[in-house]
């Protein structure tokens, strides 16, 4: 009697979507429980909506554009687990508040944006905005740089990490620029949506 080959395994498919935020203090949580972290919180959101997706948290405080550019190799080959299926980009807040020439950070994140490219994995680039301190022209070479690049990688942009939450006394800690639990949780709310046009197909 000849018998039937066993059913493809369904394992892989069955595995949670892996996300990789690669990020500054942003996106590490700085100030904040472990539980009411940016990667956390996301995590949570997307998977009560019955989603299966474990975000990685890649975040690094201090981090500038240029130290995103220097660790993403080794970041990428030291997820456990193997590698991610998707990447959110959360960089150069930093640069802007240190006054980095905008050409430096541009050039940074599109060298992360090109290798993230080759190796075929779908970005949601998270702009951010110079600080209105910066003067005109600073501000408007800086804020610049999210479009452009979006536009000539080909990747989702999701305009302004800190939509709806920057200049908050309410939603941020003391220090005026990191989120609080309740201002990381405006952020997700208002950024899960492009999170998931991101995994869309990805199965």
């Known amino acids: 009697m000849a018998l039937s080959p066993p059913p493809p395994s369904t394992a892989a498919a069955s595995d949670p979507l892996r996300v990789l935020a690669f990020g500054d203090s942003l996106t590490a949580g700085y100030g904040l429980p472990k539980a009411q972290s940016f990667t ?19 975040g690094v405080s201090g981090d500038t554009s240029a130290g995103g550019r220097a660790r993403l190799d080794w970041t990428l080959a030291g997820t456990a687990d193997g590698g991610p299926d998707a990447v959110i980009v959360e960089l150069g807040a930093n640069d802007a508040l240190r006054g980095i020439d905008p050409r430096t950070t541009y050039d940074n994140l599109d060298a992360i944006l090109g290798e993230l490219k080759r190796r075929n994995l779908p970005v949601l680039l998270a702009g951010m905005r110079a600080p209105p301190n910066m003067g005109a022209e600073y501000t408007e070479a800086f804020d610049g740089i999210y479009p452009r690049l979006a536009e000539k990688h080909g990747v989702a942009l999701y305009p302004f990490f800190l939509d709806g939450v920057a200049a908050d006394p309410d939603l941020n800690q003391a220090d005026g620029i990191h989120p609080n639990a309740r201002g990381v949780a405006v952020i997700v709310k208002r950024m899960s949506p492009a999170v998931k046009v991101l995994l869309k197909g990805l199965r």
């Open 40 to 58: 956390a919180q996301l995590e949570r959101a997307l998977t009560d909506e019955g989603l299966a997706v474990t975000v990685i948290d890649a």
